[in-house]
Each structure stands twice: as C-alpha cells, then as structure tokens.
C-alpha cells in the first residue's frame, strides 16, 4: 500500500504535502515523512505515527521550499522502524536526494546482493534503499541519466517521487500497477499523488494519471517534461478497488465506490441468499454491501458499529484479551439483529480468523442465521506487488472450500464473487492485475519467491 505525494512550484509546498498524506491515512499508519527543497538543500522530517502528530505548525515550518516530497508507510511485514520511515535520504557524488516510493521491486535480494558485493552498506530491510545506492553508484553525469540507469535494473510495482535541491522526478511503472495521478493548484502549483482524494482536499484540479512507464520532470518556470522510459503493459491492481483506495478517490477514470457497488450487485447474481437484512463489515465493505442488497431487493441497514479509536497498538498479552480484539472495533446492534437472517459482506477473506469472530457476535445478537458473502474471488496466492496478503499456507482458501469454511466459522454460508463477476464489475477495458486471485505473475517473481519481508 503506502501513500506518496510531490508538489512542485509553491513556498508552502511542505504544508501542500501534509493535507495530501492526511487524505491518504488510509494507505499507511506506521510512520509518515516529509522532505523539502529549496534549490539549496533538502530537509526531512520523518517520524514513526500519523500525519496528525508527527507535523505542526513548527515542524512545518522548517521544511521550507518550493518543492515537497511526502509518504505514508503501511509494511506489508517486517520492522515497524524509524530507520524504515520514508522519504529516503542521501548525500551522494552529484549533492543530495531523497526518495518516496510505493509499490514492491521483485528482484530486490538480487539486487542487493550485487550492491553489498560491490561495497554498498545498508541501514534498512526496504527495497527504496536499493534505489538510493543505485542512484549514488551509477557513472552517468546527470541525476536524470541516474535514475533512467536505476529504472533499468529493478522489476515490479513502483511508483516514485524523487527530489533534488531543485527537481522532482515521479515515475510510474510499466505496469502501472499502483495507482498515481497527477493535479494542478489554481495558483499553478503541481501535485502528484496516489489518490485523488488528496486533490480534492488541497482544491487541485484532477490533469490526468501519469502513464504506465511514464517519468515527469518538475523544473522551476517550465512545464512538466513527460518521458515515456517503457512500453506500457498495463496491470492496475484491482485490489485498489476492491479494498486499498478510499472510495471518494477515481482511479483510471473510475470511481472507486461505484465500481464496489457494482461488485456487490454482481455478488447478489452470483450468490443469492434468502435473507431478511444485508449487513457490511464496516468500513471497507459498506459499498459492496449496498450494491448487495440492491441487487437482492431486501434492506440494507449499518448494523454494525465500529470504533475508531481502537489503536493497532492495543496491548495483547493473553489470548482471552486477543480474542477481545474485534469486539473492541465492532458492535452489532442487537435491535436490527435479533430475530432475523442476515447476510454480512466483507471485501475479501484472508485468513478467517475476524470473519469468524463476527458471525459469532452476530449469532450472539440474536440473528437466527449469518450468511457470509465476499465482493472479492477467493485469495489463493500471495502477492508480490506490495500488497499485504500472507504466505499461501495462510491463506484459508488454499487449504478449504468455501463449504468447509462456513463449516469452521459456524456461518449457514459462505460466497465469494468470482474472477469472472469481478473483471464484469471493474469492466473489461482493462488487463488487471488479480495475482492473489489468479497466481498470474506477470511482473517477475511467483508465489515462491523470498518473502516480501519490507515490502513498501
């Protein structure tokens, strides 16, 4: 997942950036990061924590500049550090630079390995480390010949916002996999962002995505120079829609909560339920819940509350207070319940263990049965992508059927969109990247691969 944004042209760009990565929240909570530049030099601020109590007015106030560069990190695994934090700094032959990066390089313990072989000391497990010592070590003259070197020895998802004291280079890669779009303020200001959420916050206009294979190059008192570096294969990742972008955001053109409730309608065609009410697991399957009760003509009604002050960081020292866990984010309300059937719809199924918990709360609420229904196909393959999906002996659709899942999780049953309904919903446009649904590796790697262990 993870978030990055650049801005480019205004003195507050720092501040720009700060109201972008707020938007974004949703795409990383471990830590957040800000660095600027002034033609001079580049400062940073990062810090492990939300956008909200790592910057304030004083700490904006030292990253002054015309161009900002920002991240939200959400690791997929491995170390939650402050060395992890992003942007990535570095002084190097050429002067200084710092690097935001969303997405996961396929080939990075083979890459790192050649680095350490040829003397590079790393600090961190991320792949945007490579990156940096790529940069550092090229022979090429110019920092853009640099990175057009870099771009030639990594593989997989990336999107990149990279800032020198007076540039900023984005780059998307050739499959497009993650999302990035780019804006324009009304005072001429440019911004690129992974989600057009933060547009709408900052009053930039939506100009368009940037292009699969595509680099920009931000320069004071000239327009964006666009460079097609590769032949696009187009790959967007179809989980952005499923799960990972907030659902105010358009992603290639689409909305991402009306291609939801499109899944959801599709789901109801797939898999019907004779039920009395529709519930979503809040928040992420509210759309696809809608569109399933529309689809099957019975009424939709958020019987669930969430709580949204429960921290990731709750302690856990007992399994009886673990299993508490989801009883402190969600709250059946036992009047909608009680009496009726139900059908709970989720975005997608990982492992089980929370969709367990929830058919047993509901049945402790009084619903006489719990249908279980998933907008999403069955998660048969972890993703390589910087997606935060287990290893394939976690996950339960590889070990059960859908019939012996409702079986272990006491639901009366369980369906799951298929591959099919969710390239119909998502519309056939586009060759999407459904890798944990299909195990289509398009973009190097397979589900043997090294754990994706600081994925970013």
Partial sequence: MCAIVGVYGDENSAKIAYYALFSMQHRGQESTGISSADGERIRLIKKRGLVTEVFDEDTLKKLDGCCAIGHNRYSTAGDDSILDAQPVFAKYKLGEISVAHNGNLVNKYEVRNRLINRGAIFQTGMDTENIVHLIAKSQEDKLEARIKDMLKKIE???????????????????FGIRPLSLGKLKNGTWIVASETCAF????????RDVRPGEMLTFEQGKEPFSEQIFEPDYHPCAFEYIYFARPDSII????????????????AKETPADIDLVLPVPDSGVAAARGFAEGLGVPFEMGIVRNHYVGRTFIEPTQEIRELKVKLKLSPIRGLIEGKRVAIVDDSLVRGTTSKQIVKMLKEAGATEVHMRIAAPEIKYPCRYGIDTPTKEELISTKYTPKEIAKEMNADSLGFLSIEGLKSSLGKDRDYSLVSFDGNYFAGGSENSPDCKDCD
Avoid: T, W
């Fill in 156 to 174: 997989g998802a990336y999107c990149l916002a990279i800032q020198s004291r007076g540039k900023m280079f984005v780059i998307r890669d050739k």
């Fill in 252 to 267: 290639d053109n689409k909305n991402v909560y009306s291609m939801r409730l499109k899944m959801g309608r599709q789901l």
């Fill in 200 to 207: 709408d916050l900052v009053g930039a206009e939506f100009i």
